[in-house]
């Protein structure tokens, strides 16, 4: 990670724990910067802010605190024939499924009678689900972002 986004990482953390038990839009923007990058990618800064908390709740426990991953043989399947959750960050492949993908990875979870990832669309509000993948898209590094809005066009294409 480079220097300005692990600040802007710090940032974000600074400004969801320091709204603690306040409404949202947490990002009463102290950082501009922030903002202004969320916004470049088309995030809204109080989504990705509601999308961290859901994240932390609820994924982190698996993916890894930020989508950094917990298990570095997340491409092996373990003795179960399961696959470990992988990184939704730069690392992981997450960055290569449009919305629609990622929306449906969250509601439904690993394909039946595979996996582990548990099916969110029944135990979180929809607007959380999409928050959580704004949130994720949030993590990706401005390359990466950019190679996904191709990926996110294509899909869109008739
Ligand atoms: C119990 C562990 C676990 C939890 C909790 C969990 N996941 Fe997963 N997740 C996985 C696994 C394992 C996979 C890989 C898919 C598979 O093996 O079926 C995965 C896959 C994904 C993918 C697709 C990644 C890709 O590379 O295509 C996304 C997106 C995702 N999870 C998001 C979330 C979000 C958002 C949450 C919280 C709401 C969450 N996960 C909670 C285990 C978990």
Same mark, same amino acid.
Do not use: N, W, Y
């Given at each position: 990670m480079n220097r300005a986004s692990a600040a802007v990482l710090a940032m974000w953390g600074g400004l969801v724990? +320091? +709204? &603690? @038990?306040?409404?949202f839009p947490v990002a009463a923007a102290t950082d501009a910067g922030v903002e202004a990058r969320l916004k470049a990618r088309g995030l809204d800064p109080a989504q990705v802010a509601r999308g961290r !908390? !859901?994240?932390? @709740? %609820? *994924? &982190?426990? *698996? %993916? @890894?605190a930020e989508g950094k991953g917990k298990f570095r043989n997340w491409r092996e399947p373990d003795a179960d024939g399961n696959y470990p959750p992988p990184p939704l960050d730069d690392k992981g492949y997450a960055r290569h499924h449009p919305t629609e993908a990622l929306l449906e990875a969250v509601h439904v979870g690993s394909p039946q009678g595979y996996g582990i990832m548990p099916r969110w669309e029944n135990r979180l509000a929809e607007p959380d689900i999409r928050a959580v993948v704004a949130y994720v898209k949030s993590l990706w590094s401005d390359a990466a972002y950019r190679e996904w809005m191709d990926i996110e066009r294509a899909s869109q294409e008739p």
């Open positions: 724990l +320091s +709204s &603690a @038990g306040m409404p !908390v !859901v994240f932390d @709740g %609820h *994924c &982190a426990r *698996c %993916h @890894g």
